[in-house]
């Protein structure tokens, strides 16, 4: 089982790589091999404590983006009403564009999670697919330097005027990319937002938008599981592990928020090519 030192420091890390470009799940399967911890990445008792740590992310995102989230569902309660979304009414443009972009990654997710998971969930192929990412966010990089720089005003007015329905679809679909270990969720999603032709402030705004209903969901979903059979002797873990994401998701998304206002995808991208590089050569001896 999970001790709650291990647990503190699998929830902080997953705090944080959840929302850097790096890859949660790829760096919870290949650090427990890394230390020798006797954790594998499909047992039950470690999918219900992720569960936990998820959630707590999901519910950071939205009481961070609460403002944002009120205007959101405002919005389309009012299209939904009106049976249509009025051209100047950007707030229900937008949560219909999240609603669009979070189909692909539900569906897959929903169809192809546990054999995607079983697949990929080796420390080995979770490295490889971290030093993966890591090319991946370097070929956004290009993509940012390309970007249009971002008008001052309202961001959710940008990207309500910027993206496409399919465009939206599109960055959804680049989101499920997530599923593999390794291929990091708010990553993928920012390199398919500069794809749109976001700017790189509002490709990082909009994914961020985009995880809170589908790491929400996914948790919610699974949360009975903490609760059942599957939950006993991890339920005192998962509470410190969900404690200490929550804390490292909150800094996270405060300093990236700021950070992809001006700064490059490149320092995460060295980071996972060199990272995956070295811990698939450390698990594969």
């Known amino acids: 089982m999970i001790s709650y030192a291990q647990a503190a420091i699998l929830g902080a890390l997953q705090g944080v790589t959840e929302l850097f470009p790096i890859s949660s799940l790829g760096h919870s399967v290949v650090l427990p091999k890394l230390l020798g911890w006797d954790i594998h990445q499909n047992d039950d008792f470690f999918l219900t404590f992720l569960v936990a740590t ?32 009025h051209e100047s009414d950007t707030d229900a443009r937008l949560g219909w564009l999240l609603v669009v972009g979070t189909i692909p990654a539900g569906i897959i997710g929903l169809l192809l999670e546990k054999p995607l998971r079983h697949l990929f969930a080796s420390p080995l192929s979770a490295a490889i697919f971290i030093a993966i990412n ?32 399919q465009s939206a679809f599109g960055v959804g679909t680049a989101q499920a990319l997530a599923l593999v270990p390794g291929i990091s969720r708010s990553g993928s999603t920012m390199a398919g ?24 969901a996914a948790a919610l979903l699974k949360l009975p599981d903490l609760f059942g059979g599957a939950g ?35 320092p995460f991208g060295i ?13 594969g001896v």
């Not at 070929?139 to 959710?156: I, K, M, N, S, V």
């Not at 402030?201 to 790491?215: C, Q, V």
């Not at 005192?236 to 995808?265: E, N, Y």
Request: glycine share 8%; proline share 4%; charged share 20%.
């Open 54 to 85: 998820h959630l707590a992310t999901a519910i950071v995102l939205f009481v961070f983006f609460r403002r944002d989230w009120m205007r959101i569902l405002r919005g389309l309660g009012r299209s939904l009403r009106m049976r249509q979304i």
């Open 134 to 165: 890591g090319l991946m966010l370097l070929g956004a990089e290009r993509l940012r330097r390309r970007a249009p720089e971002p008008e001052h005003g309202d961001p959710d007015k940008r990207i309500a005027r910027e993206l496409t329905w």
């Open 193 to 216: 937002g500069l794809l749109a032709g976001l700017s790189n402030e509002d490709a990082a705004r909009f994914a961020f938008l985009l995880a809170t209903p589908i790491i929400g």
């Open 232 to 266: 006993d002797g991890v339920r005192g873990p998962a509470l410190v592990g969900a404690l200490c994401a929550a804390a490292a998701a909150w800094v996270s998304v405060r300093w990236l928020m700021r950070f992809f206002t001006t700064h490059r995808l490149t």
């Open 271 to 283: 980071y996972c090519l060199v990272a995956g590089v070295v811990a698939a050569v450390v698990v």
